[in-house]
């Protein structure tokens, strides 16, 4: 059977996610980063986390380059930055609080948590490229995450 790729985005749309910035220092020291939802967990021990990035994306060099990747983790205030980090803006980093992380990568002040990573490995696989990193330093804040869903953001509901 053959699954259409309007169908499959729209399915895979219908499961929520929260919203990251991840970020590296390109080959010319230059900050790179972009929105990425396709983040998650892979391994406590060791410390291991996951995301896809396109191949077709303009960013796929410098992160394929970079021995460092930083994944922040947005707060459902920085839903401005996520929609700016999506876009073809040219300095995408004139707005928030950036410093530097480990490698090089940009850590976003105010984040929900941010994963600063060692790239292990990175792996074709369709038409994406899997990074796996190994958390190196981690910090998290008890705030409301930034969510997605079915292409919008949302705000979490009560606690149950």
């Known amino acids: 059977m053959s ?9 895979l749309g219908r499961y929520a996610t ?3 910035i991840t970020t590296c220092e390109g080959p010319d020291g230059q900050p790179v980063g972009l929105t990425v ?5 892979l391994s406590l021990e060791p410390p291991l986390v996951m995301w896809a990035l396109r191949l077709a994306s303009p960013a796929l060099p410098a992160f394929r380059a970079a021995s460092h990747f930083a994944v922040n983790v947005l707060a ?6 996520s929609r700016r980090f999506a876009s073809p803006v040219p300095d995408r980093f004139a ?11 940009p850590v976003l002040a105010d984040c929900c948590a941010v994963f ?11 038409d994406h490229l899997l990074f796996v990193g190994e958390v190196v330093r981690l910090h998290e804040a008890a705030l409301p995450p930034l969510v997605f869903q079915a292409g919008h ?4 509901g009560r606690l149950l």
């Not at 939802?37 to 967990?41: K, L, M, T």
């Not at 707005?95 to 990568?105: D, N, V």
């Open 37 to 41: 939802n396709s983040f998650g967990a």
């Open 116 to 126: 600063e990573c060692r790239t292990a490995r990175a792996l074709e696989l369709g």
């Open 95 to 105: 707005e928030g609080r950036w410093a530097q992380g480990e490698g090089g990568a």
């Open 18 to 20: 929260g919203v990251t």
């Open 153 to 156: 953001y949302h705000h979490l």
């Open 3 to 11: 699954i259409d790729a309007k169908a499959l985005r729209g399915a």
């Open 76 to 81: 459902e205030p920085q839903m401005e930055l």
